[in-house]
């Protein structure tokens, strides 16, 4: 198992300051990426082992086969034992027989991997902190104006803020503005600051939030662990 990077790796995070862009082209000021999230070393090694478990989670697992024993039919023996010139067989559904049970076929697994919830943590703090050090995390204010849904206006201001094939961009649920307006756009990946992770931001070219969501993000990111948690720490 990879050792967790923690801020505390190394005393050069710095905190970032990003401008925040309004939907009309306009500035709409800056806000602070902190160093601890958006400026931490690259744990190649931990960013691989959470992505392969997520990914390994995402499966369903339900493949099967039948053995010759679960096979419809093959009951009777095709044929007498001796004086055929044949090989002896004693089942149609044997595994050398086409329509026969499948030897050692799939069967219903689950693939899930044990992964500690630091692990999870310090490998998106790495993928956005690589995302961050080569100016591809971006903050607007917002990205339609007025009170209805626009899905033109919407992607005209997210191309002129990010350009590029792939963008995530992390809105609040509660802000149906920006998901009724690019729900529907393929290469717009949508996430609620609660499901941010660490695969979607390392398939995605540029990641864009909301200030409503990054402050959501970082309120949630910042939590101070649960009292059992802590008690557990200590007791170590």
Partial sequence: MSRVATASD???????????????????????LPG???DVPLNVPLIHQVVVAQLAAARQGTHATKTRGEV????????????TGRARQGSLRAPQFTGG?????????KYDQRTPKKMKAAALRGALSDRARNNRVHVVS???????????AAVTALRAIADTRRVLVVAS???????????????????????LNTYD???????????EALAAFLARDSRPASPAAAGAEENK
């Fill in 72 to 83: 419809r039919g093959g009951g009777r023996k095709p044929y007498r034992q001796k004086g």
């Fill in 142 to 152: 917002s990205l339609v104006t007025g009170e209805t849904p626009a899905t033109k």
């Fill in 36 to 38: 601890g999230v958006f």
């Fill in 173 to 195: 649920r509660a802000d149906e503005l920006t998901w009724k307006s690019l729900r529907n756009v393929a290469a717009v990946h949508l996430l609620d600051p609660g499901q």
């Fill in 10 to 32: 190394s005393d050069a995070t710095t905190t970032r300051t990003v401008s925040v862009h309004a939907p009309n082209g306009g500035d709409g000021g800056s806000v602070e």
């Fill in 101 to 109: 049970g499948i030897v050692h076929g799939p069967t219903p697994r």
């Fill in 201 to 211: 931001v390392l398939v995605s070219d540029d990641v864009v939030f909301t200030e």
